[in-house]
Each structure stands twice: as structure tokens, then as C-alpha cells.
């Protein structure tokens, strides 16, 4: 890492981001690496680590549509959802925008150490810790509050209860910034949380054109993102299900629906969850 | 004076002949055993001094020397006892040598004269018989010998009754025929767990390996348990084998005689001799326990990754060569292989109620603890999760199959697979079974191995459906069992 792209911003100097200043707890400092400029409002997604097809393509879609429509996707590089999400806005060739938890040089977690590379390179990897500090439970938390007060808005793809994605989200509120949640199925572990944030008043995002208008975008030209199916596609767009409670649901016999369940994921219409559920890719 | 007994030491399942010698001359009373005897062997010189003399006979005041021939080849055990006994009282007259001629004699002595049973009964039984031999043994184990056909047994209740000339061969018993499904677990038993039966069912007729992965409590061990019930009877030669393995290793081998096919769960502490044997004289492993059965690894990735890989090759070829500075002994080990595990440390990774407590990074180093290569050889994976509790107590719905209607369906998949052309397996696929499995190989990247893994799970399928071609819906269905790592 050439030190030359490093840079060092201190709360009360003209280039500290003037949206993270005027949080209730703004850190003293902020260390990063890459392209100081990079670090203008944008949206933060973020979502539970052990994502689900759902929550992961929910984030594609959205953080990925943001980037290519030039808004900054803040996220924290962790995995799941959030290294998707930095994962799809470079997708799109769009800012993205890392927050971590450690110091800006440090690769946490190893696996997204090419994505954070990629945004170092082009944009900015920032942290309130100085260079060299290795990762350490608290500072995720408190990192949580950066990832809000960067932004201008936090949407919420997926997250179960409890999660720390609720602090990034009660962060939010504290600042004054729009929280945006993505309903999931009410059987899913994984959705509790974010229903519940919908539940407690955040604007439910179900396309890309509600959040295009949350955003203030126009969004004449985007398509809708729901689909359709045959009985079993219904079924599991609905909710995610075992081949067991899949072939019970419906009435049909084990074999039936595994033959139906392979053929659909083979199609990529579906996807295994590690949990041997199957839903919507 | 001298005379000779045969007999029998165990290398491995066989009982090799060996030739006890005795001879008694004059001079300096001493009782000496040469020809590579073991500490057990050795110690035989007292247990036959005091057997005879209190059985009524005469323990010569003499210079007693027995060889064992040939004797390069180490003799272990305590099968000794009777051929030296009975060696020792030919070479002073008190027996008549010539009874002795066709007959292979083998058991342990008690000090009071009484004739016991040594471990390897079966392996003696057959090496008798294929010398063409009538085996002198103990009376107790005048069941087990009659596994093997066209054996004469004599049994000896005490070396007592050698006095009043050789037993006369016994009338043939045969062991008790088990009843098909037991003594395991029916499939009835196991309520829900739909996919895991079919899993199982598919096993059982193509012979393939399978992995289960559930939190705990999900039923792992009683569905794997179930599997013995779903394989095809055991043929004669079968039981014989996998007897033969027990009765080396001194266990009981009537059940299997029985036709009950063997389930062996070793702990995940079991050392690698413990698991495909060894040790010295070398015994069989559980994975040779469980040959014609089901050997089942609860919690796979807590096994020593030395015994995993020591497990591989087994697995593979269906065997166990141990190589030992004097030579080479090989157990069968053809077992159906059930694995478990939990997805993570804490069990609870990807479950719909409990939340799994992990970090991340720990389940992916969890699950990669089952090295490649073993994991490969699993042919089905499938996940056993805890089923709702309300299904649980429903008594009426969800029960599914029962062993017995499953195993029909085993039984004509594996006639129908005997029967059907042998073609190649690309070449009995139907093109439409064709591109969808190339279209997913390159979508679920699998590895070349797992394509192959895949089509012949594919196979079993069809056979199970009477198809003479794997078509796209048998893909489909196998593509569920692939495993998660690809």
C-alpha cells in the first residue's frame, strides 16, 4: 500500500465530511486510504453476515442500482450482505465507500480483502481507528455510527433479531438520517429484523423505484421486480421451505418435489440456502 | 518318544496349519516350548501341567521339548493349550497317537482340564476343513463352526473325556435366522425426515456413501441406524466373511451368522488401529466390524484428520491391508458408509429456530476439517434437520414408509440395475438429462469428480424407476443431494 494515498481528516478541518460533523458523536479523527473526495452522502446498505440468497440479491439489486445511478453505497465490508453490497456497486462501476472497524489498512475480514483493495484503489476505505490497529469487537459498533453518518440514508436488506444491524439503524435515527428496510417473509428467521424496523416506522423498500423516489431519483425508467412461476415457484417466493415441508405444503411426494427443486435450481431460478431450504435466488 | 498334533495360528482372517511336535526324553526335567511362541504361548506350559495332572493324567518326569513348525511364523494366542496338551500325553503313551491323525485340534486348557473357546473359532473351522481335517475344539462353540459347510466338529467338553477316545463328530447345528429388519430401526419409527428416507433408499440400492448434516438431536444416528434394515439379505458367503472378521476380533459372530448385517458407530477418539486395526498380534478395525453392514462416523470433522485419511483408501477398495514387518494381512472392510455432522461448532448454523452462535469464519473452518478427498467420496449429502415438535406428536400423518415397503423398492432397483445393458454411464443418458447436467456443472461449478458423483447417483435414480435411460428429472432429483461444498 503506497502511503501517499493515506490521509488523515480531523473533525473541525474543511475537508471532514460535513455530514458526519454535524452526528451527536462524530470521532476526532478519520484515517483512510484512497480518495478523500469519495466521501460525500451517499446510501448505506447494510445486513446481516450470514446472508441468505434473499438477502444477497436483495442487496445486489438495490446497491447495485444506487452505484450505477451515481450514489455512493456506504457499507462496512463485512460479510454477507455487506461486502455484496460494495461488491455490486464496483459491479456497476459506481462509489462505494468502506467503513471498517480496524485500521483503513487492515484487510477484515480476510475474504473481502480483494473488495476492499478494488475501493482503496478507486475510492475510499475510512475508520476512526489509527493505521495498523488490528480489528477488535467494540469498534464494530461504534463503526456503526460512521456507516450512518456518512450517509444520508440507511437501508436495511436483511436481518434477524437480534442484530447488529440495529445499531446502524438506531445510529440513523440519532442523526436525523432515513432508515429504509426490506420486508422479508414473516417465517424467516433472517427478516425479523427488518420487518420489525418496518413495523417500527422505516420506509419498507419492495423495488427499486420506491427507493429511487425515498432518494429523491427519478425513476421513470425502471423495470418491476416481482416474478412469476408455477406452484412451487409461488410456494417458495412466499417463503424459503425444506423439500419436506415443500412437498407437504403442496400435497405432492418427496420424490416429485426434489425432481421439481432440482430442475429449478439447475434453471438458477432458485438457490440451496446452507440450511437446506430452498428459495428465490 | 515324540508325537504330533495339528493345528492353527491366526495371520489376519486365516488360520495358517501348525505342527506341535512333542518330544520326551530322559534327562533333566524341563518343560520348554521353541518355534516363535508368544507370551501367551509360553505361559501354556503351566496351564498344561496343572490341566493334566488334574484331569488324571501323568505330566512326564522328563525332558519335554515342543516345536511348533514351521517355525519362522510367530505363534500368538491361547489356542495352544490342547494340541500341546494332547501332543505331550501321545509322546508318553497315554493317548493313542493315531486318532490324531485327521484332526486339527484347538482350544484354550483351564487349570481344572476344561477345554475353552480361543478367538478365531471360524477361521479355524475353515482352515480345517479346507485341509480336509476334522476340528477337535470346545464343545461351546460347537454352534459358530457350523457356519462353514461340510466341517466336522468335535467338541471336548474337558481333556478328560480324551481318555475315553476322541468325541464323536457333533450334529450339525445351525444359528438362528434373525427376522429381515431387525434388530435396528425401522423407518416407521423415524417420523418426517421424508428426504433423508429417499436418500437412504437410494443409498441402499446403489451402494452409495452418505452424509448427514443437522443439528443435534435431528435423528442422525437413528436414520443411519435404519440403513442396515433397507440393505438386500446377506447371501451365505457374505455372512460367512463378515463372521469370520468377528470371531477373529472375539466377538460373538452369531448375529451375523443370523443374517443381521453389522452397524458399528466408533467414537471420533478411536485411534487409527482402533478404526481400521492393527496392533499386535494385529486385530480387524470397526471399519472391518461393519464389512457387509453399515459403518457409521458421528460427528465427522471432530475425527482425527490422521484417521480420516487412514479411512480413505479402505473406503475406496473395499479392504484393509495392513503391511507389518513380517508381512501383509488384509481384512475386508466393504461397509456402507453413513457420515454425520454438524454444520458448526455449536450445531446450530442455518437453523430455522436456534441461532447459530458462530463466527463466520469458523463455521467455513469447520466444515473444511473433512479433508477433500474424504468428503468427495460422498456420493449423497443431505440435511437432517429437527423436525417441528407437532409433527413429532402427531401420530397418524407424516410416519411415510416403512422399512419393509422401502426395501422392496431397494430389492427391485438393485435386480433391475443386475439386470439392465451395461453401457456406459454417459451413454445411457438422455440428452435432455445430458444438458441440464452440463448446464449446472458449469452454474454450480462443480468439479469433475462431483459430475461423476452425480450421474451415478443419477443412475441409481433411474433404477429405481425402472428406466432404462437416465433422464433430466433423475438429474434434477440428484442435483438436491449434491453436497455443499460443490
Known amino acids: 500500500m503506497k502511503h501517499a494515498d493515506r490521509f488523515v481528516l480531523s473533525l473541525g478541518s ?54 450505477a445511478s451515481g450514489v455512493t453505497v456506504l457499507s462496512g465490508a463485512a460479510m454477507g450482505c455487506d461486502r455484496e453490497a460494495h461488491f455490486a456497486a464496483l459491479e456497476a462501476e459506481g462509489p462505494t465507500v468502506a467503513v471498517l472497524g480496524c485500521g483503513a489498512d487492515i484487510d477484515y475480514p480476510r475474504r473481502s480483502s480483494d473488495v476492499l483493495n478494488r475501493i482503496r484503489s478507486r475510492y475510499a476505505v475510512v475508520s476512526e481507528c489509527p493505521f495498523g490497529q488490528q480489528p477488535q469487537r467494540f469498534a464494530f459498533v461504534r463503526r456503526n455510527r460512521i456507516i450512518a453518518g456518512l450517509s ?107 425432481t421439481t427443486l432440482g430442475a429449478l435450481e439447475a434453471r438458477g431460478v432458485i438457490a440451496r440456502y446452507p440450511d437446506g431450504r430452498y428459495g428465490v435466488a | ?64 521339548i515342543v516345536n511348533l513348525a514351521p517355525a519362522p511364523l510367530r505363534k500368538h494366542g491361547t489356542g495352544f493349550d490342547l494340541p500341546i496338551a494332547l501332543a505331550v500325553l501321545c509322546a508318553t503313551g497315554q493317548l493313542e497317537p493315531r486318532a490324531f491323525d485327521r484332526i486339527s485340534a484347538v482350544g484354550e486348557l483351564g487349570l481344572d482340564g476344561s477345554v475353552r473357546e480361543v478367538p478365531g473359532m471360524l477361521a479355524h473351522a475353515l482352515a480345517a476343513s479346507r485341509q480336509g481335517r476334522d476340528l477337535l475344539g470346545p464343545e461351546s462353540a460347537a454352534t459358530v463352526v457350523h457356519a462353514v459347510p461340510d466341517l466336522r466338529y468335535r467338541p471336548l467338553l474337558g481333556i478328560r473325556a480324551a481318555r475315553q477316545g476322541i468325541p464323536s463328530t457333533c450334529r450339525r447345528r445351525s444359528p438362528q435366522e434373525a427376522p429381515p429388519s431387525a434388530p435396528g430401526v425401522d423407518l416407521s419409527d423415524v417420523v418426517g425426515h421424508m428426504q433423508v428416507k429417499r436418500c437412504l433408499q437410494i443409498a441402499a440400492s446403489g451402494g452409495h456413501n452418505v452424509l448427514f448434516v443437522g443439528p443435534p438431536g435431528a435423528g442422525k444416528t437413528m436414520l443411519a441406524r435404519a440403513l442396515c434394515g433397507l440393505l438386500p439379505p446377506l447371501s451365505a458367503a457374505e455372512r460367512l466373511e463378515a463372521a469370520l472378521v468377528h470371531s477373529v476380533a472375539g466377538r460373538d459372530p452369531s448375529p451375523v451368522l443370523g443374517g443381521v448385517r453389522p452397524f458399528r458407530a ?105 479433508g477433500g478427498p474424504l468428503y468427495d467420496r460422498m456420493d449423497i449429502s ?64 462443480l468439479s469433475g469428480r462431483g459430475v461423476t458423483r452425480l450421474l451415478k447417483v443419477a443412475r441409481t435414480i433411474a433404477d429405481l424407476g425402472a428406466s432404462e435411460r437416465v433422464l433430466e428429472g433423475h438429474v434434477a432429483e440428484a442435483l438436491t443431494y449434491r453436497g455443499w461444498k460443490g
Open chain 1, 14 to 67: 474543511a475537508e471532514y465530511p460535513a455530514q458526519l460533523a454535524e452526528t451527536p458523536d462524530p470521532p476526532k479523527f478519520l484515517y483512510g486510504i484512497g480518495d478523500p473526495g469519495a466521501l460525500v452522502p451517499g446510501l448505506a446498505v447494510v445486513g446481516a453476515r450470514k446472508a441468505t440468497p434473499y438477502g444477497i440479491r436483495c442487496t445486489r439489486l438495490f446497491a447495485g442500482w444506487a452505484a
Open chain 1, 152 to 258: 444520508s440514508a440507511v437501508l436495511v436488506v436483511e436481518a434477524g433479531l437480534p442484530s447488529g444491524t440495529f445499531s446502524t439503524a438506531d445510529a440513523a435515527l440519532d442523526a436525523g438520517r432515513d432508515v429504509f428496510a426490506v420486508p422479508g417473509s414473516i417465517f424467516s428467521a433472517e427478516s425479523r429484523g427488518s420487518n420489525r424496523l418496518v413495523r417500527q416506522g422505516a420506509l419498507a423498500i419492495c423495488d427499486v423505484s420506491e427507493l429511487a423516489g425515498a432518494l429523491g431519483i427519478d425513476c421513470s425508467a425502471i423495470g418491476r421486480t416481482q416474478e412469476s412461476g408455477g406452484t412451487v415457484m409461488r410456494a417458495l417466493t412466499a417463503d424459503p421451505m425444506r423439500p419436506d415441508d415443500l412437498a407437504r405444503a403442496l400435497g405432492i411426494d418427496i420424490v416429485q418435489a426434489a
Open chain 2, 1 to 64: 518318544m515324540q508325537a504330533t498334533i495339528t493345528t492353527a495360528t491366526l495371520v489376519g482372517v486365516d488360520a495358517v496349519p501348525v505342527e506341535v511336535q512333542a518330544d520326551v526324553s530322559s534327562g533333566l526335567p524341563v518343560f520348554g516350548i521353541v518355534g516363535l511362541p508368544d507370551v501367551a504361548v509360553q505361559e501354556a506350559r503351566d496351564r498344561v501341567r496343572a490341566a493334566l495332572r488334574t484331569s488324571g493324567y501323568e505330566f512326564p518326569n522328563a525332558r519335554v
Open chain 2, 266 to 370: 466408533p467414537h471420533h477418539s478411536s485411534s487409527i488401529a482402533g478404526l481400521i486395526g492393527g496392533g499386535s498380534p494385529p486385530l480387524p478395525g470397526e471399519i472391518s466390524l461393519a464389512h457387509t453392514g453399515v459403518l457409521f462416523l458421528d460427528e465427522l470433522p471432530e475425527f482425527g484428520p490422521a484417521s480420516l485419511q487412514a479411512l480413505r483408501q479402505p473406503i475406496e477398495e473395499g479392504a484393509v491391508t495392513l503391511v507389518r514387518a513380517h508381512g501383509a494381512i488384509r481384512y475386508p472392510a466393504r461397509v456402507a458408509l453413513v457420515a454425520a455432522m454438524n454444520p458448526c461448532p455449536c450445531g446450530y448454523h442455518g437453523d430455522p429456530e436456534k441461532a447459530c452462535s458462530c463466527p463466520s469464519g469458523l463455521v467455513a473452518r469447520y466444515q473444511s476439517r473433512v
Open chain 2, 382 to 445: 443431505t440435511r437432517v434437520d429437527r423436525v417441528d415438535p407437532g409433527l413429532l406428536l402427531s401420530d397418524d400423518q407424516a410416519v411415510g414408509v416403512t422399512t419393509a415397503e422401502s426395501r422392496q423398492a431397494v430389492l427391485a432397483a438393485r435386480a433391475y440395475a443386475e439386470a439392465r445393458a451395461r453401457s456406459g454411464l454417459r451413454r445411457s443418458l438422455h440428452p435432455g438429462a445430458l444438458s441440464l447436467l452440463e448446464h449446472s456443472a458449469r452454474r454450480m461449478n
